[in-house]
């Protein structure tokens, strides 16, 4: 659990890059950070690969930016439609619309 940790968006990618090679992790909580487009392009990758997470909780960050860039998110939903293993995504307050 690594929610409300002052995780900035730089920290985010280096630890959507874990992901590519885990095999065990299941839960990653990152709920209230300062996680943004880059992170969410760099998990969007790993979610392209990744067979082991089944939940993952990016509540109340910063993935578009207040809604100004869009570009990490919409790679993240494009890696989303390759994983098979997830089964609990939380996205809340990201200002995704």
Do not use: W, Y
């Not at 992901?19 to 990758?45: C, D, I, M």
Request: with cysteine.
């Amino acid at each position: 659990d690594l929610s409300r940790k002052n995780i900035q968006d730089n920290d985010g990618c280096d630890i959507a890059k874990i992901l590519f090679s885990n095999s065990v992790l299941r839960t990653l909580q990152l709920e209230g950070n300062n996680l943004g487009p880059k992170s969410a392009h760099e998990f969007g990758k790993a979610m392209k690969t990744n067979k082991t997470l089944r939940l993952l909780d990016l509540e109340s960050n910063q993935l578009t930016q207040d809604g100004e860039d869009l570009a990490g998110i919409t790679f993240f939903i494009q890696g989303l439609s390759q994983n098979k293993s997830l089964i609990s995504l939380n996205l809340a307050n990201n200002k995704l619309e």
